[in-house]
């Protein structure tokens, strides 16, 4: 089955603590992003890459960084200066070969900080 | 990028009809709209995309009219399994962030 995978489904983590979430591809999208959901609000971007090796901030970059080193991989580590972390956290990825505003979804990583 | 307004919540009985309506009054010539379901704990998953007149597919169908200053999402006879978050979006990137705003949270009532 082709998507996005995303691990693990629940994380606790204690204060002080850098966590890595980790957000696993085989669509062959050559684009990938991190979304932030707080409850009852939309999702605010992170980062996101276009192409492997590269990436950009999204609207809430700080305490948070990423890597794409493999097409299929965009892990994302929220670290211990991020003030806030308890979220919920969503990984997508699009193709240029498909309509615009077209990004598929993974099931989404819940971080709670202790 | 275009702005969306929808509203905030709607409440709607089973095996009703729902209308979503999306207003966007500032979209552009090339700009698409596109829908977006979320189930509470998941990832939000695409359900529709139009760029004028009507789209239907298997799961809703999409009105726009000839001005595109608005849009309307149709689901037919809903069940307590559709309710959920419903985003409108406008836009017209490939492989660029989507701008989520906070939707309409649809609740189907038995």
């Known amino acids: 089955d082709g998507g996005i995978t995303q691990s693990p489904k629940y994380l606790f983590r204690k204060e002080g603590q850098n966590v890595t979430l980790s957000c696993e591809q085989n669509?062959?999208?050559?684009?990938m992003y991190w979304y932030r959901q707080d409850p009852g609000q939309g999702l605010r971007l992170i980062y996101y890459?276009?192409?492997?090796?590269?990436?950009q901030k999204g609207d809430i970059a700080e305490g948070y960084s990423v890597s794409r080193e493999k097409k299929e991989s965009f892990p994302l580590t929220v670290t211990s200066a991020q003030k806030n972390p308890t979220a919920f956290y969503l990984c997508?990825?699009?193709?240029?070969?498909?309509?615009?505003?077209?990004?598929?979804f993974g099931p989404g990583t819940r971080l709670t900080v202790l | 990028l275009a702005k969306t307004t929808q509203p905030i919540s709607m409440d709607s009985y089973e095996g009703q009809e729902v209308n979503i309506t999306c207003s966007h009054n500032?979209?552009?010539?090339?700009?698409?709209i596109t829908w977006y379901q979320q189930f509470p704990s998941q990832g939000p998953r695409f359900i529709i995309q139009?760029?004028?007149t009507k789209v239907t597919n298997e799961v809703a169908s999409l009105f726009i009219p000839a001005d595109r200053k608005s849009s309307t999402l149709s689901l037919p006879r809903v069940s307590l399994s559709d309710t959920a978050v419903y985003y409108c979006?406008?836009?017209?990137?490939?492989?660029?962030?989507?701008?989520f705003g906070k939707g309409t949270r649809l609740s189907v009532i038995a």
């Open positions: 997508a990825s699009s193709t240029s070969r498909e309509g615009p505003d077209t990004q598929y």
């Open positions: 669509l062959n999208h050559d684009a």
């Open positions: 890459s276009q192409i492997v090796n590269d990436f």
């Open positions: 500032n979209i552009a010539t090339n700009d698409y």
């Open positions: 139009g760029y004028k």
């Open positions: 979006l406008v836009g017209n990137s490939g492989n660029t962030p989507l701008v």
